[in-house]
């Protein structure tokens, strides 16, 4: 069994906030300076290497420059019902 970040519901998270990024023009070392952070941190969500609990989601989006809010729409608009794992709920 695949390990649960590598699911469906994260790396369509992922696939959106690189998309996110690049609709910008930024770069991912450009992420990482807004953060304060190493460039791998940027490189480890976008790669699914790593979960983004919620507050550090809610720093991204800010260094993305976008809404919580919106983010949260534009995900729930793009999930797949038909792909969600049975324990996935909304």
């Given at each position: 069994m695949a390990h649960p970040i590598?699911?469906?519901?994260?790396?369509?998270?992922?696939?959106?906030?690189?998309?996110?990024?690049?609709?910008?023009?930024?770069l991912q070392i450009d992420v990482a300076e807004r953060l304060n952070k190493p460039q791998s941190f940027v490189s480890k969500y976008e790669n699914i290497g790593r979960r983004l609990d919620v507050i550090e989601l809610i720093a991204v989006l800010n260094a993305l420059?976008?809404?919580?809010?919106?983010f949260f729409d534009l995900f729930l608009s793009k999930l797949d019902k038909n792909k969600l794992p049975s324990d996935f709920l909304i």
């Amino acid at each position: 069994m695949a390990h649960p970040i590598h699911s469906y519901p994260y790396n369509l998270l992922a696939e959106l906030l690189t998309a996110r990024r690049k609709e910008l023009g930024l770069l991912q070392i450009d992420v990482a300076e807004r953060l304060n952070k190493p460039q791998s941190f940027v490189s480890k969500y976008e790669n699914i290497g790593r979960r983004l609990d919620v507050i550090e989601l809610i720093a991204v989006l800010n260094a993305l420059e976008m809404s919580p809010y919106d983010f949260f729409d534009l995900f729930l608009s793009k999930l797949d019902k038909n792909k969600l794992p049975s324990d996935f709920l909304i």
